[in-house]
């Protein structure tokens, strides 16, 4: 299981990066809100997000907060 409560965006792809390749489930913060400046991408993996209520929302205009690739 990884928790994850920082709001920058390199934090984020990296956990859940962890996340694809370990097979663990990203847990995000209860009701935070995270911020990001680009989209988190998962290419060619799966992962698990256990939400919480968290929100992701995109600092800069942006067609989507996640990519999934493949």
Do not use: W
């Not at 995000?28 to 290419?43: C, K, V």
């Not at 992962?47 to 919480?52: C, L, S, T, V």
């Amino acid at each position: 299981m990884t928790n994850i409560y920082a709001a920058d965006f390199d934090t984020l792809q990296a956990a859940l990066d962890a996340a694809a390749s370990t097979g663990a489930t990203l847990h995000l913060a209860p009701r935070h809100s995270y911020s990001l400046s680009a989209p988190l991408i998962l290419e060619n993996v799966s992962a698990r997000i256990d939400g919480h209520g968290a929100k992701i929302l995109a600092e800069v205009p942006m067609l989507a907060c996640l990519v999934l690739k493949n």
